[in-house]
């Protein structure tokens, strides 16, 4: 069974730094996705970033950033110049290829942006 | 539109209730979705359909019954409910062939059952 790992229940950054949140993955399939959703206390879950595991260039959003290391089974999400807006808790997901609709979430980590 | 309205934002039901959660999207997306969320924790998903008909049920009790009137609508029907069923629903939606273009989510409906 696949399983995600968030090894970080919580992380805190200052204002315009940068932060990067860790995620590792468990598979044995080389169809799959990845992806990136983040939370805020409105309750809504957002896509940030999202990865397919044939592509080796790293997926990248505006200030949002991966570092896809596949044979790590690695998928780290990178937060450039922290907005106070960006604090809310961010899940890591996986999804094998196909019509397999299943997303597999990691744990989450919760962000704090201090100002 | 390229949103997923769920309705109500909040629901508090007595454990002899019956009610119904709704989800609703105008994106043409045939894969639908609930999720159950407790705090602090990652959405569980509970049941998808995909072109209005039941493709997964993740052995979720009988006291929760999923229903898809069309290919916009899914709805979520409660009776008998527990406390610990106190929950955040989520629901989503998704093209059926996945991809890389992930869920779209409504922004969930609180649960307190009493």
């Known amino acids: 069974a696949q399983t995600v790992t968030q090894s970080q229940p919580e992380m805190s950054v200052q204002e315009a730094e940068t932060v990067t949140l860790s995620c590792t993955y468990d598979?044995?399939?080389?169809?799959?996705?990845l992806f990136w959703y983040k939370q805020p206390p409105s309750r809504q879950m957002i896509l940030v970033i999202r990865q397919e595991a044939y592509k080796q260039q790293n997926a990248t959003e505006n200030r949002f950033s991966v570092n896809f290391q596949k044979a790590a089974k690695s998928f780290s999400l990178k937060i450039s110049d922290s907005q106070l807006g960006d604090a809310a808790m961010y899940f890591c997901a996986y999804k094998r290829g196909g019509s397999n609709y299943k997303l597999t979430f990691g744990k989450g980590t919760l962000l704090t942006v201090n100002p | 539109d390229t949103e997923v309205t769920q309705t109500p934002k909040h629901l508090v039901m007595g454990m002899t209730n019956k009610k119904s959660l709704k989800c609703e999207q105008h994106m043409g997306h045939r894969a639908m979705y609930w999720y159950k969320q407790k705090a602090k924790k990652p959405p569980e998903l509970m049941f998808v359909?995909?072109?209005?008909?039941?493709?997964i049920n993740e052995s979720v009790p009988s006291r929760f019954s999923p229903e898809c009137p069309n290919s916009s609508l899914l709805n979520l029907h409660l009776h008998a409910l527990q406390p610990e069923d106190s929950a955040l629903y989520l629901c989503?939606?998704?093209?059926?062939?996945?991809?890389?273009?992930?869920?779209?989510f409504g922004s969930g409906t609180r649960l307190t059952v009493v």
């Open positions: 359909y995909s072109y209005e008909k039941l493709s």
């Open positions: 989503a939606s998704s093209q059926v062939y996945l991809g890389t273009y992930g869920y779209t």
């Open positions: 598979t044995s399939e080389s169809d799959y996705y």
